[in-house]
């Protein structure tokens, strides 16, 4: 068994899909360039090198990026666990991972361990897409933070305590209803970005959205707009049944109040509620900042003021969240 009572068979299943999922009916062996030539070509990347973009020095497979890149092995060593990929030799990412399932047994190790996983990924995507070179020991330390906020999250809390009613993590809505998720960011020129990602039932993305504006000085207004934007576009798309989430409790309690105080925040939250009141259902829902990524993530991508939609997608940046997401439905 692994972690949390799960088979070890199911968790490694459950990993490789949805972590992976552009590689979903990829042999795990298959160098990954291959598959992100005709998965990122159809983006106008143009041709994918081969080589591991982190070490530089060996094609790129699951096995290679995980366990042996030189740089992914001094993390393993660096991190809590202290682990030493080097003695787990299996030819596939699934062999080695139950290699190693016959060792540890402890869920806290298992947690650490995933959490490890995805930041080596995040770390490569960070590189490879924007340029950004994470430092392993920051990535070290966000694995630990991760699985502490994981920990604290299941503590029980005073019912006396508002922020206890919040989910932890995303949570998928109720089938033939949709999630949208709001957030903002503020940037350091003054300006503040808008965004919000509706997802359904499955946790499948129906759209996404990001935009930046200016003019706007107080965050609890900016999370307003946000969740205006984010209920607008859903509105435009066709969506009616829908939960509005957003980690800004303030906003969250007007809403549930149906407050309309006389300012400009009191303005937005009319707003919202006007069109809550078109659609079909309208719930609002708070959530704490780790269940609420994918919509921060996408709010500080709005970095132009042009407004931008994806369709059933959200940036490659961004899709790691997702995924995040997805993961935690299922744990």
């Known amino acids: 068994m692994v972690g949390r009572g799960i088979h070890r068979r199911e968790v490694i299943s459950l990993f490789v899909a949805l972590t992976f999922s552009p590689w979903r009916n990829v042999r795990e062996g298959e160098p990954l360039h291959q598959v992100n030539q005709e998965t990122y070509g159809k983006r106008?990347?143009?041709?994918?090198?081969?080589?591991c973009p982190m070490c530089g020095e060996c094609e790129e497979s699951m096995v290679h990026c995980f366990f042996e890149c030189k740089e992914a092995v001094v993390l393993w060593r660096v991190s809590s666990l202290r682990l030493d990929p080097s003695p787990f030799q299996g030819t596939s990412l699934a062999r080695r991972i139950v290699d190693m399932s016959s060792l540890f047994s402890d869920p806290k190790w298992w947690n650490t361990f995933w959490s490890v996983m995805w930041g080596i990924w995040l770390r490569r995507n960070a590189w490879l897409f924007s340029g950004k070179r994470w430092r392993l020991v920051d990535v070290a330390?966000?694995?630990?933070?991760?699985?502490?906020?994981?920990?604290?999250?299941?503590?029980?809390?005073?019912?006396?305590?508002?922020?206890?009613?919040?989910?932890?993590?995303?949570?998928?809505?109720?089938?033939?209803?949709?999630?949208?998720?709001?957030?903002?960011?503020?940037?350091?020129?003054?300006?503040?970005?808008?965004?919000?990602v509706a997802r359904d039932h499955e946790g499948d993305v129906m759209l996404s959205t990001c935009m930046?504006?200016?003019?706007?000085?107080?965050?609890?207004?900016?999370?307003?707009?946000?969740?205006?934007?984010?209920?607008?576009?859903?509105?435009?798309?066709?969506?009616?049944?829908?939960?509005?989430?957003?980690?800004?409790?303030?906003?969250?309690?007007?809403l549930q109040k149906r407050s309309r105080e006389a300012s400009e925040f009191g303005f937005i939250v009319s707003d919202i509620l006007y069109l809550a009141s078109m659609c079909n259902s309208c719930q609002f829902s708070h959530v704490r900042k780790i269940g609420n990524s994918v919509a921060h993530y996408l709010a500080k991508l709005g970095t132009s003021p042009e407004l931008v939609v994806w369709m059933e997608e959200v940036p490659q940046l961004v899709q790691d969240f997702v995924n995040f997401d997805l993961i935690a439905l299922n744990f």
């Open 44 to 51: 106008g990347m143009g041709n994918v090198d081969p080589i």
């Open 141 to 196: 330390d966000k694995a630990m933070s991760i699985v502490g906020e994981f920990e604290i999250t299941k503590q029980p809390r005073q019912s006396g305590n508002n922020s206890a009613t919040a989910a932890a993590h995303w949570k998928a809505p109720p089938f033939g209803v949709y999630k949208i998720n709001v957030d903002v960011a503020s940037f350091d020129d003054g300006f503040m970005g808008l965004g919000a």
């Open 212 to 254: 930046r504006i200016n003019g706007v000085d107080r965050v609890d207004v900016g999370e307003a707009l946000a969740a205006r934007h984010g209920l607008q576009i859903a509105y435009d798309a066709g969506l009616r049944s829908i939960i509005l989430e957003s980690d800004c409790l303030k906003l969250i309690t007007a």
